[in-house]
């Protein structure tokens, strides 16, 4: 399941962020503003049906409107207007264009992530998955490849909308460490409801080290394919044919491996696959047996999706796909 | 008026008995898998909680888990009812739990690949498959 819509406290109840943090304040204020003006509502009904004659005259007179229906709504309403507004000026702040950007891409039904340098080359491809350094603002870029998305990290701020031709740009920040669900929320066909996406906040000087590596990786010139399955030990041969399998089957034609001949740009990167937290967009844990899973059939798992079930590939050769995915060498 | 004469409220008060009777027995088809046990019903809480948490339902039908309902691996419905493990094992919570864990040593050349289950996990869940019946 997606986790951005479970767990407890609810994600759009505990903010891991400045974005999130104004708007879920925000909330609780109104939603305390609503219990007590409620309150007031009922004793007032309450008076008027039950109370003593003098109670009644009182609520019943010119003076009780002029305060209780004019004064205190406009008083209250006005203070709630401009301390709002205060309180979520920061989210409207003009993006200044040195923030580190990633551009997100709603695509159906997976999220395509690309880093971008300060260039606006893009240096990291992912999918599914964002990680960002704690206390860094960073600036979402939000595209869409087909229809309407709407892009959705409940601890991290509000939603944004993917639409087709424009880019949204959508500001975050972490202020603490963690892994962020997050989920298509704009109904987009077929599987919208699975759906979604996983932000991890992670120490700054921990982000930089993977990022180097992985863009390092990402930039890689190809490597000769290795050996065949007449290498030494036999993890190594099952690899080998885990990837001359991901090549022939046609995996490589929708899926792109950094540093291998593999280079389809129409499903999601498989670059690293076993250091991701999901399958299936957000979906399901990763691990060999739900990897395993989805390759064989992946569209009981998520019906209508565009990878389409490979029930002809035997157990050992699922395997062998899976373990290459984890570990490609 | 005559709606309000004894012998016709009899009529009315019908409704209510047949339509309890229907849902006791529709009801009384298929209680749920908890309600029928014999094992420990925590250890059986638990095991569902493994399993969608483990994401089992990624290959297996599994009742109680809604989603996914996946048919990659055998359907685990009646679980309980059914003969050997993996068609070879003696059904056993020890032999289930074992090969829930890894069921590559178990059984060479199955598809299910080793889970990241411990051994109490493995048994957690071993107690809510063996408490399926199919009623």
Redesign the interface.
């Known amino acids: 399941m997606v986790d951005a819509l479970w767990g407890w406290p609810p994600p759009v109840l505990d903010p891991a962020g400045p974005y999130a943090d104004s708007v879920t304040t925000l909330s609780w204020a109104l939603m305390a503003m609503g219990v007590v003006v409620t309150a007031i509502v009922c004793i007032a009904l309450w008076i008027a049906l039950r109370g003593t004659g003098r109670l009644r005259r009182m609520l019943g007179g010119e003076r009780a409107v002029w305060i209780g229906g004019v004064a205190f709504p406009g008083v209250v309403l006005t203070v709630l207007l401009v301390w709002g507004l205060t309180l979520t000026a920061s989210l409207t702040r003009p993006i200044t264009g040195d923030e580190m950007r990633i551009r997100v891409t709603g695509e159906m039904w997976w999220f395509r992530v690309e880093y971008l340098d300060p260039q606006g080359n893009v240096v990291l491809r992912d999918a599914n998955e964002v990680r960002i350094p704690v206390g860094v603002p960073v600036v979402f870029e939000l595209k869409s490849a087909d229809v309407i998305h709407s892009f959705w990290v409940p601890h991290l701020s509000g939603k944004k909308d993917m639409i087709p031709g424009r880019t949204n740009l959508l500001r975050v920040e972490a202020d603490r460490a963690g892994r962020f669900g997050g989920v298509c929320a704009e109904y987009c066909g077929g599987p919208h409801a699975l759906m979604g996406f996983v932000a991890i906040a992670e120490d700054p000087a921990q982000w930089r080290t993977w990022f180097d590596e992985r863009a390092a990786r990402d930039a890689a010139p190809l490597p000769p394919a290795p050996a065949s399955a007449s290498a030494s030990s036999a993890t190594v041969a099952g690899t080998a044919q885990g990837r001359a399998l991901f090549m022939d089957t046609g995996c490589a034609a929708c899926h792109r491996v950094a540093g291998t001949e593999a280079n389809g740009l129409a499903g999601p990167d498989l670059t690293l696959m076993g250091e991701r937290a999901t399958v299936g967009a957000g979906i399901l844990p990763n691990h060999r047996g739900t990897l395993t899973g989805w390759i064989g059939d992946s569209q009981s798992i998520k019906p209508g999706n565009r990878m389409p079930s490979y029930d002809r590939l035997s157990a050992q050769e699922l395997d062998a796909i899976a373990a290459w995915l984890e570990r490609p060498q | 008026m005559d709606a309000y004469r004894p012998e016709n409220w009899r009529l009315f008060s019908a409704g209510p008995v047949a339509l309890v009777a229907v849902l006791a027995l529709v009801g009384g088809c298929k209680p749920p898998p908890d309600a029928r046990g014999d094992s420990d019903a925590t250890a059986e809480e638990k095991g569902l909680a493994l399993i969608?948490?483990?994401?089992?339902?990624?290959?297996h039908e599994i009742p109680g888990v809604p989603?996914?309902?996946?048919?990659?691996?055998p359907s685990l419905e009646g679980f309980g009812d059914r003969g050997l493990i993996a068609g070879k094992l003696p059904k056993t919570p020890a032999n289930l739990a074992a090969f829930i864990r890894n069921a590559p040593e178990v059984e060479p050349?199955?598809?299910?690949?080793?889970?990241?289950l411990n051994a109490t996990e493995a048994a957690d869940i071993a107690a809510y498959l063996l408490g399926m019946r199919d009623g």
């Open positions: 969608e948490a483990t994401g089992c339902g990624a290959c989603w996914p309902r996946g048919r990659l691996g050349g199955s598809t299910m690949p080793r889970m990241p």
